[in-house]
Nanobody, 123 residues
Framework: QVQVVESGGGLVQAGGSLRLSCAASGRAFSIYVMGWFRQAPGKEREFVAVTGGSNSTTYYADSVKGRFTISRDNAKNTVYLQMNSLKPEDTAVYYC????????????????WGQGTQVTVSS
């Protein structure tokens, strides 16, 4: 398993941007599918974006498509989430997670989770 640590959250006004980072430790990072998920108060954890091992496969939730971009740097064992045109409804704790080989949009499929980073978007 990889161990992951998120960073980059904060408070931003609506329309602004943030970039989240997820640093992974462990072996063979390039074979890990890396996903971003989020959880707002009182809601279930939901899928945001995912990238396969080589960046060639990416999927996004409809709610963030066109605004968020997921990318990874395998040389640095890091995955990023660039968030533009942020909206108040994007406010949540954002989690990075990893799993081996097979892309999944379900949080239950992931076995390596970070502690999360808070993103708050004010109106």
């Amino acid at each position: 398993q990889v161990q992951v640590v998120e960073s980059g959250g904060g408070l931003v006004q609506a329309g602004g941007s943030l970039r989240l980072s997820c640093a992974a430790s462990g072996r063979a990072f390039s074979i890990y599918v890396m996903g971003w998920f989020r959880q707002a108060p009182g809601k279930e954890r939901e899928f945001v974006a995912v990238t396969g091992g080589s960046n060639s496969t990416t999927y996004y939730a409809d709610s963030v498509k066109g605004r968020f971009t997921i990318s990874r740097d395998n040389a640095k064992n890091t995955v990023y989430l660039q968030m533009n045109s942020l909206k108040p409804e994007d406010t949540a704790v954002y989690y990075c997670a990893g799993r081996r080989l097979i892309v999944s949009l379900s949080p239950a499929a992931y076995d390596s989770w970070g502690q999360g980073t808070q993103v708050t978007v004010s109106s």
